[in-house]
């Protein structure tokens, strides 16, 4: 028999294809489409940070930092989360610097979840949460948000809590609604998982991207929530540069001693020298604070020029996407929709339906906003025939 034959494979993630996102930017990028469907900015981070970047490498920071991220960016990180939340986390026990914060909950999936175990997830959502699930052998549990409003049914939530629930996963703001939760409705999350041992997964990698003067309400600001919740956030999307892949995780010390043991044996350490200089740039607060009114200027653009089609617009109160309902200009499909308005009109856009298991149809496209002016106001263009 020959040698040369590579074994069979039954694949850990068989329902996983090649992602809408993917299939949307190469059928963007033959077509000529403005990239309106991944979430990423068309513009570059500021000098200062790169500046940083490049003084670190030439400071020789260029070997393994420790386990669990560069010393002086925990603390920046620990005084950044106090200052706007009020939670201090101990930086050497309860701060860990991350590979992403698609790595992050990855990371805390796998050190929560025993096989079997439920975790729920609130649909729509970002797509890595329900094969990192799969993954660690848990049992996904869908709960819809509110059709038309995204809002959290905390009914349905309450309903879907079981014994083995050992996990929720919460957005705010959220990708792909732009929902952001209000304290009233993170109050009420509390309340429910109280009598539980269920566990918070907090997604909050648009943190800074919040509108119209509201608020971010962090999990780490319910002293309740904070007791029990792993709290993700981004530099990527904070600072304009996804592509570096640098997140954290805040979590009490007995949880984040749990995530350590498998960030230690997968990732073990993020690189070094951004890891300096994030320290760095965290000094002036400014960056990061102004984040939203950056964006917000973004959006009221967008929403403007959008506000002449047929399309109707729904609320974008945080992240950098803007979704509409498309029920006035086609009877198609979401993810006919968003392949024609990318080959016919020259805008790539991404189906909702893609954050929902059961591809459901509801008309709306999601649009994202983190593009130069000209960027936008060249895509308003080509959406004006709408
Ligand atoms: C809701 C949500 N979570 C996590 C991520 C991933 O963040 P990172 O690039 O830091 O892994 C994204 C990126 O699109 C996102 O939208």
Redesign the pocket.
């Known amino acids: 028999m020959s040698v040369n034959r590579t074994p069979h494979l039954q694949s850990r993630l068989p329902a996983v294809g090649t992602t809408i996102f993917t299939v949307m930017s190469a059928l963007a990028a033959s077509h000529g489409a403005v990239n309106l469907g991944q979430?990423f900015p068309d513009f570059e981070c500021d000098p200062k940070l790169l500046d940083a970047v490049n003084a670190a490498m030439r400071a020789g920071h260029n070997q393994y930092p420790p386990m669990t991220g560069v010393p002086a960016l925990r603390e920046a990180v620990a005084a950044k989360i106090e200052s706007l939340y009020g939670r201090r986390y101990d930086p050497g026990s309860e701060i860990t610097i991350t590979a992403?914060?698609?790595?992050a909950i990855l990371t805390a999936v796998l050190a929560v979840v025993h096989p079997g175990d439920e975790v729920i997830v609130l649909e729509p959502c970002?797509d890595s949460y329900i094969p990192n699930i799969e993954l660690a052998g848990g049992k996904v549990v869908r709960v819809a948000l509110t059709a038309g409003t995204f809002r959290p049914d905390f009914d349905a939530i309450g309903a879907a809590l079981t014994p083995r629930t050992r996990a929720i996963i919460v957005?705010s703001p959220h990708?792909p609604s732009a929902t952001i939760w209000r304290r009233d409705e993170m109050d009420r999350l509390a309340a429910l998982l109280a009598p539980t041992d269920t566990l918070l997964i907090s997604?909050e990698?648009y943190e800074h991207m919040v509108y119209d003067g509201q608020a971010h309400v962090s999990a780490s600001s319910n002293p309740d929530l904070a007791a029990r919740s792993f709290v993700v956030s981004?530099f990527?999307?904070t600072f304009h540069v996804?592509g570096w892949?640098i997140?954290t995780v805040a979590a009490p010390a007995a949880l984040s001693a749990e995530f350590r043991k498998v960030h230690q044996f997968n990732v073990f350490t993020v690189n070094t020298p951004m890891q300096h200089a994030l320290a760095a740039y965290l000094g002036d607060p400014a960056p990061y604070r102004e984040l939203g009114v950056f964006y917000q200027a973004k959006r009221d653009l967008f929403r403007a020029g959008l506000a002449k089609t047929s399309l109707r617009l729904l609320p974008s109160e945080g992240s950098y996407f803007q979704c509409v309902d498309y029920s006035a200009v086609s009877e198609l499909p979401e993810e006919a929709f968003c392949r024609w308005l990318t080959t016919d009109v020259g805008v790539a856009a991404i189906p909702l339906s893609a954050f929902y298991e059961d591809g459901r149809n509801q008309r709306i496209a999601r649009l994202c906003f983190a593009k130069r002016d000209d960027t936008l106001a060249f895509a308003l263009d080509r959406l004006s025939r709408l």
């Open positions: 979430g992403g914060a698609t790595q970002y957005n990708n997604d990698v981004s990527g999307k996804t892949k997140g």
